[in-house]
């Protein structure tokens, strides 16, 4: 009987119009109706099926935003779904403090919706310095609950935001423990002040304040000079030119817009950093950091081949990179040796931004693109890609770091695509290349995005832990 009634339950909401003639309470007794009211009523059973139902449904839309968290996604169904338990959703209207500095506090927030600034008052100007921005899936609040109590920052909604917000007892024994929140480690306000200071620095620039010193490579695209300050010599940079016109010829703006956006928010050390561009009538200018080693391209090519040992370290770099770029829901879409700049220190760094794309987490991008013996499959089947997508480029350049080609080449992209298709499996990997290597390149290239290292629940520890990177400590 209760089993038929939940089958049929919508056409089962038993509604009733009544018509009521209310009667209004005053102190001396009871007033006359205001006017004819025209109800709809729910019964008990009903209302309390609605609100179940209701309530199940938001719990799986929690427990589903949670899986999308790459913070969250190590945590079992039975946490996960207890988070979803007791989370409560907030709202915030445009400029709303959500956190403010100095307060106390005992909540935990994750954006579900929106995005935020964080802010932090400059001991010396008392004026707000902003620290970032969040958007949907970052969390903040933690530092407060695992601290004194005292929010050590400004949150403010920018338009209107929607939090997932947990109390303090529930965040201790749910997700407190997590490594990724234990150890959140904050570009501090010190190094804050210091990137403030440099874009200062630069935007104080005019390109006539350099000086050329020599051209690091020319391409259809313009060229790149090594160039140095006029009044600082020592102070060395590379200045790629581009040319409007090949620019718009080509159709390269929207490559060219995402590149300087992504790499100029990009602070990490294995990124090539972007301190500001130019433009006349003819040519736009990147100012960036000199990388003097060159191409890694080029090395391969004069060596032929890496051994285990080298090709580990250049690969632990683009590891590192993938981890800040991924962990900003960017995604790189073009690695290869040429893409690949060695600084001073000899570490490798990832230059050229074309292809990136911010596209958040757990989003999915449909354009094609990337170097044909590079493109994962499911990009040449236009089945949308995210991130995994760079972890399979990741296991197509160890490949080739270690034996001096990639695995899957052919005369023509076409052909290229096909082999791609067939897929690693196919593939005789030459003796050279060890068994720890072999696996993880195996594990990186699964056909399968979701089965990709890199891409399952612990994420980019998974590449960090695997065998091959056992021992490796980064200054091989
Ligand atoms: Br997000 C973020 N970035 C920072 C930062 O650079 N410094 C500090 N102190 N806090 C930052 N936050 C978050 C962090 O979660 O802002 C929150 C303010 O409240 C902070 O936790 P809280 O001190 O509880």
Redo the contacts with the bound molecule.
Sequence with gaps: MGKRERETYPCAVAMATLTVLFGRLSSDGLLPPLTHVKLWAIDRQCFQTIMMRTGLIKHNEYMDFLKSVPTFQSLTEETLSKLADVMEETHYDDGEFI?R?GAR?DTFFIISKGMVN?T?TDPSSQEPVL??E?GRG?W??????QGED??????VAVDSVTCLVIDRDSFKHLIGGLEDVSN?G????EL?AKYEAENAFFSSLKLTDFNIIDTLGVGGFGRVELVQLKSEEAKTFAMKILKKRHIVDTRQQEHIRAEKHIMADAHCDFVVRLYRTFKDSKYLYMLMEACLGGELWTILRDRGSFDDTTTRFYTGCVVEAFAYLHAKGIIYRDLKPENLLLDSHGYAKLVDFGFAKKIGYCKKTWTFCGTPEYVAPEIILNKGHDVSADYWSLGILMYELLTGSPPFTGPDPMKTYNVILRGIDMIEFPKKVTKNAANLIKKLCRDNPIERLGNLKNGVKDIQKHKWFEGFNGKD
Excluded: S
């Design positions: 956190i500095q506090g964080v932090q620290l970032r969040l970052d903040f609040g933690e530092r407060a609950l005292v929010r050590t920052a400004n949150v959140k904050y570009e501090d306000a804050k």
